[in-house]
């Protein structure tokens, strides 16, 4: 299931907190994006749509809810990142960002139990 970067924000609102009015999700959204109802309207059509979220009829108005669980959301959208740039390697991923930007002792500690934890599985 491919959700824009438009509609992900949308998930993002549903995953904290559900279920959401549209009113609720506008008010959510309104310091990250200067969005109409009208725009918040279509993206949750679209992923109605798509099947990642569900909507329950709440006297005049929907209540959304995610269906697509973010975890399994996430992890496609990591592995589709690391086969489309790193060839589904994760050694090239991780040396191209701590080129980019120092890695804290917390990210190295962290990174050294990963690798424990992969050796003892």
């Known amino acids: 299931m491919n959700i824009s970067d438009a509609e992900a924000q949308i998930m993002e609102v549903l ?5 959401q009015s549209t009113e609720d999700i506008a008010s959510a959204l309104q310091d990250r994006q200067d969005w109409q109802l009208a ?31 973010r975890e399994h959301w996430l992890k496609r959208q990591s592995m589709g990142l690391l086969d489309r740039l790193f060839g589904g390697s994760l050694a090239p991923l991780v040396a191209q960002f701590s080129s980019e930007r120092k890695l804290s002792d917390a990210d190295l500690k962290a990174l050294k139990q990963l690798i424990r934890d992969y050796e003892n599985d």
């Open 39 to 69: 725009t918040i309207k279509t993206l949750l059509n679209r992923l109605l749509n798509k099947g990642a979220i569900s909507a329950e009829k709440d006297g005049r108005r929907y209540l959304y809810s995610p269906v697509l669980q």
């Open 15 to 19: 995953w904290d907190r559900a279920p």
